[in-house]
């Protein structure tokens, strides 16, 4: 099955939307007449309906006159849209998108507009009341059932096991204790403390133990001074150090070094998700493929 069989074809890049004519038809000249006509009496009557009338008929000629002109091929990406997807990429506020995670963001939000138009051509959406989200998914289900992934040859596995080894590989981890951020000066006050065997039974219990951690995971959560200096550490030594939060005691409990996997051991989960990613692959294209008949637009 080719893989455009799954689409409607796409309008002609030269087609356009008819343009409405200039001249209203002989049927929406006569029901203008009738309203006006209509108008005429009952405002001789009751004039108190004179401006709920007007108002209507003024609507009503505007609608005859200059019908609006939809385009089902142009995306908006709006201000609103683009800062609603900044304000929800941290729940919590602390982070804010790179312009390369954005536009990520944002071409996954794009895609799943033209999934959902599309599959609405289809007609996926009769009898279902499911928001756009919905529809959405139901087309993109329909595109990863049209795709055959043969099986790739051993230098092509190779090759992308040698681009993705980190995938694999078991990290370099680490394991240590942790105080609740705070300032500096409360933070020394405490390390005095637990080196004198003085901390308080609040401080024992909220002090955490961060077991296994993988240490490239370090600088994102605590910030890359914090990861270097813990590195630094002696191991079993209580000392200070700073994080993206504030200051904290540390005691380094564990360091254990990371281990190079091997394609051999590694070869069917490799192959497995080496076809899960060339399908994402290929099911993209097919969106990309929709998306040349669409014009996104952007407000800046």
Same mark, same amino acid.
């Given at each position: 099955?080719?893989?455009?069989?799954?689409?409607?074809?796409?309008?002609?890049?030269?087609?356009?939307?008819?343009?409405?004519?200039?001249?209203?038809?002989?049927?929406?000249?006569?029901?203008?007449?009738?309203?006006?006509?209509?108008?005429?009496?009952?405002?001789?009557?009751?004039?108190?309906?004179?401006?709920?009338?007007?108002?209507?008929?003024?609507?009503?000629?505007?609608?005859?006159?200059?019908?609006?002109?939809?385009?089902?091929?142009?995306?908006?990406?709006?201000?609103?849209?683009?800062?609603?997807?900044?304000?929800?990429?941290?729940?919590?506020?602390?982070?804010?998108?790179?312009?390369?995670?954005?536009?990520?963001?944002?071409? !996954?939000?794009?895609?799943?507009?033209?999934?959902?138009?599309?599959?609405?051509?289809?007609?996926?959406?009769?009898?279902?009341?499911?928001?756009?989200?919905?529809?959405?998914?139901?087309?993109?289900?329909?595109?990863?059932?049209?795709?055959?992934?043969?099986?790739?040859?051993?230098?092509?596995?190779?090759?992308?096991?040698?681009?993705?080894?980190?995938?694999?590989?078991?990290?370099?981890?680490?394991?240590?204790?942790?105080?609740?951020?705070?300032?500096?000066?409360?933070?020394?006050?405490?390390?005095?403390?637990?080196?004198?065997?003085?901390?308080?039974?609040?401080?024992?219990?909220?002090?955490?133990?961060?077991?296994?951690?993988?240490?490239?995971?370090?600088?994102?959560?605590?910030?890359?001074?914090?990861?270097?200096?813990?590195?630094?550490?002696?191991?079993?030594?209580?000392?200070?150090?700073? !994080?993206?939060?504030?200051?904290?005691?540390?005691?380094?409990?564990?360091?254990?070094?990371?281990?190079?996997?091997?394609?051999?051991?590694?070869?069917?989960?490799?192959?497995?998700?080496?076809?899960?990613?060339?399908?994402?692959?290929?099911?993209?294209?097919?969106?990309?493929?929709?998306?040349?008949?669409?014009?996104?637009?952007?407000?800046?």
């Amino acid at each position: 099955m080719s893989d455009n069989s799954l689409f409607i074809q796409p309008a002609a890049a030269n087609d356009s939307p008819p343009r409405p004519s200039a001249k209203p038809s002989a049927g929406a000249m006569a029901s203008l007449r009738v309203v006006a006509s209509t108008l005429g009496r009952l405002v001789r009557r009751e004039p108190l309906v004179h401006f709920a009338v007007l108002g209507a008929l003024i609507f009503g000629a505007d609608a005859l006159l200059h019908p609006a002109v939809k385009d089902e091929h142009a995306i908006t990406v709006t201000k609103a849209q683009r800062q609603a997807f900044i304000d929800n990429f941290d729940e919590d506020k602390a982070r804010i998108p790179s312009d390369a995670q954005l536009k990520k963001i944002i071409d !996954s939000w794009v895609a799943s507009e033209i999934l959902y138009r599309e599959g609405k051509a289809l007609g996926l959406d009769r009898g279902d009341d499911m928001i756009r989200d919905r529809i959405a998914y139901k087309l993109q289900l329909l595109i990863f059932d049209q795709i055959s992934v043969p099986q790739p040859t051993q230098e092509q596995l190779r090759t992308w096991f040698a681009d993705n080894h980190e995938r694999f590989d078991e990290p370099q981890r680490v394991g240590f204790y942790l105080t609740p951020p705070t300032d500096e000066a409360t933070a020394r006050r405490q390390l005095e403390d637990i080196q004198t065997q003085h901390e308080s039974a609040e401080l024992q219990k909220q002090t955490r133990a961060v077991l296994a951690r993988p240490v490239v995971s370090l600088a994102p959560a605590f910030g890359a001074g914090f990861r270097d200096g813990l590195l630094a550490s002696p191991i079993g030594q209580w000392s200070v150090l700073q !994080s993206k939060d504030g200051w904290h005691v540390v005691r380094l409990d564990s360091l254990r070094e990371g281990v190079p996997a091997s394609f051999e051991s590694v070869r069917e989960e490799a192959a497995r998700l080496w076809h899960t990613e060339e399908t994402r692959k290929r099911a993209w294209e097919a969106v990309n493929r929709l998306k040349t008949s669409y014009t996104v637009r952007y407000e800046q």
